[in-house]
């Protein structure tokens, strides 16, 4: 099975587990919670947790509880994240916030990070060893995105972000979510310290691979794929790794560039996106930000090769791989 079904059918068994678990009342709070769970997400990150679970002798019922928090709390933080990046389109449909308004999104996001600490409390699959464990784990992994998060929203007030930095606020907004996943699955399985390490080091770099990817994509996709604006990262002035490769360039090598990053022009015409997109090939500055990914990607696999040759290792391989040509 390629892992692109895979993935598509493990989202079918997550996806019952949270609409059974965001449910009551007030009933217009738990819609706004099931809101973007309803419209579409790949659920990658629970297929991390119940994957790295299964591949080292765990069951799935071990690893849904974790998975599905997980994924919980990854909407709580899209929800809010929406609001305070003022983004109104998630996969291709409004944001929570424009679909109900900000009180109730901000409520909703407040009420997905509760339930998913109360799954895990009431799962009867692990013991209270494991619980206390996850607890450090998943709370450690929410300050983290709080911190990356607030990192990334003080990069706007200056005109040039260090590559370092950038790097250390991606591990917190976007890989300490997949570094948990990794490391809750491996944990779960019963697997040694040593083999968690290994698969918590995996999940580092497979998350620092995807939100590089999500920046080309952002950069390089089209708005109907994408389900948002394209370009919207360089339109909105979005330190990421290719806007500081391309602002160390001379003006006169990106006139374009320079002319649209931070302009807040959401209906930016596509043949001038074009040409920005063109000066970022010309200069480098895509290609830079993709040999970075594809490093973090061959240090995943490195991961990987630690551990003891079996089967079940190549759907970690593969998802590895679906990294570099996903639509985020």
């Known amino acids: 099975m390629k892992v692109s079904d895979s993935i598509k059918k493990n989202a079918i068994l997550v996806n019952k587990f949270l609409r059974k678990e965001l449910k009551g009342n007030p009933k217009q709070l738990y819609d706004a919670s099931a809101h973007l769970i309803i419209h579409g997400g790949k659920r990658l990150r ?20 974790a998975a599905g928090a997980v994924e919980m709390i990854h909407n709580f933080t899209l929800t809010h994240d929406d609001i305070m990046d003022n983004d109104s389109v998630r996969r291709g449909r409004p944001a929570v916030h424009v679909e109900y308004d900000h009180p109730t999104a901000i409520n ?22 494991y619980f206390r464990e996850l607890v450090r784990i998943i709370g450690s992994m929410v300050r983290r995105v ?16 260090e590559e370092d930095e950038y790097l250390h606020m ?3 907004k976007t890989a300490a979510m997949f ?8 944990l779960l399985s019963g697997a040694s310290p040593e083999v968690v390490s290994i698969m918590t080091e995996w999940g580092e770099n497979v998350g620092l691979c995807f939100q590089l990817m999500d920046d080309l994509i952002d950069a390089t996709g089209d ?19 290719i806007a500081i490769h391309a602002l160390q360039q001379s003006a006169d090598v990106l006139p374009n560039f320079n002319e649209i990053f931070g302009s807040g022009i959401e209906d930016t015409d596509r043949e001038v996106l074009d040409t920005v997109v063109n000066e970022l090939r010309q200069s480098g500055s895509i290609q830079y930000a993709y040999d970075k990914a594809m490093s973090f990607h061959a240090a995943a696999h490195a991961c990987l090769n630690q551990l003891p040759e079996r089967e079940s290792l190549q759907v970690l391989r593969d998802l590895t791989d679906f990294q570099m040509v996903r639509i985020s």
């Open 108 to 129: 909703a996001g407040d009420a997905m990070l509760a339930v998913a600490f109360e799954v895990l409390a009431e799962s009867n699959h692990f013991d209270d060893k």
């Open 223 to 241: 708005s109907e794929t994408l389900g948002k604006p394209a370009c919207s990262d360089i339109i909105e002035g979005k330190q990421t790794l």
């Open 179 to 186: 570094t948990t996943c990794a490391r809750t699955g491996a």
């Open 46 to 65: 629970p297929f991390m947790v119940m994957k790295s679970c299964m591949m080292l002798g765990g069951k799935q019922s071990d690893a849904m509880a």
């Open 170 to 172: 991606i591990s917190g």
């Open 146 to 161: 709080s911190e990356g998060q607030q990192q990334d929203m003080s990069f706007e007030d200056r005109d040039f972000v």
